[in-house]
């Protein structure tokens, strides 16, 4: 089992000096987001998959077990106070009947919401508190994967963006391409919201409108409008 790794918000964050994270080294990473809000689900995809990880997502317990058995996700977040089974039930459901024993972040609206299971060992590694702030998390996911992270320092190098060139999204939906056209116009007039109403509006049909939905929803966080226009003429070819 992976060391017990608490919350790390009053700790340790990465190093401003190293840079952004723009990856890992090593092997790709599955993660399973399991929560009932499907916004903090497609936050935290936005988040991840830009620095490599596959992600997938689960609504409740029941559905993040059954998708524990699926994907064999090397990390679960899991969303404390979700409708339907207890969550640290189902952390314990997942420690104890996967040999793959996947490491577990809890994700929690505060610490309180998590002691009345103080008196034995948790069924979790760690856990961050919402609103879930970037880099946090990204230290708490370093620390219990034992990632070593790719840094990029703004001022020496530009941070690179998925190639979508040569059929990285061939498996775009129709309806997704034909969103193309209103995604750069708002883009190029720095109209961030216009980006957003548009992606809200899509409806996902396969799996890569789903990541690339969140790739883009990860862009307008970070207000790279730039970013958003490249990617949508890479897509194009």
């Known amino acids: 089992m992976l060391p017990i790794v608490h919350n790390l918000s009053d700790t340790a964050e990465p190093t401003p000096s190293k840079g952004q994270i723009v990856g890992y ?44 058995a699926q994907f064999h996700p090397d990390m679960v977040l899991l969303s404390v106070k979700m409708p339907g089974e207890d969550d640290l039930v189902t952390a314990a459901k997942i420690r104890s009947g996967h040999p ?43 620390h219990v994967l034992h990632l070593e992270w790719i840094y990029v320092k703004d001022d020496e190098v530009e941070i690179d963006i998925p190639d979508f060139s040569n059929g990285y999204f061939s498996g775009l939906s129709s309806k997704i391409r034909q969103s193309f056209h209103k995604i750069r116009q708002a883009s190029e007039l720095g109209h961030v919201r216009g980006v957003e109403n548009v992606l809200n509006s899509l409806a996902i049909e396969t799996e890569s409108d789903r990541v690339f939905i969140a790739i883009i929803k990860r862009y307008v966080r970070d207000f790279d409008l730039a970013a958003i226009t490249r990617a949508i003429n890479d897509a194009e070819l």
């Open 25 to 68: 080294k090593g092997k790709p990473l599955s993660v399973l987001v399991v929560d009932h809000d499907a916004l903090q689900r497609d936050f935290l995809e936005a988040l991840l998959v830009p620095l490599g990880f596959v992600v997938h997502q689960a609504y409740d317990g029941l559905s993040g077990l059954h998708a524990v």
């Open 100 to 142: 793959s024993k996947p490491a577990i972040i809890m994700v929690s609206a505060g610490n309180a919401e998590l002691s009345a299971d103080a008196d034995r060992a948790p069924d979790y590694d760690a856990f961050v508190t919402k609103p879930v702030d970037s880099n946090t998390l990204l230290t708490t996911i370093g």
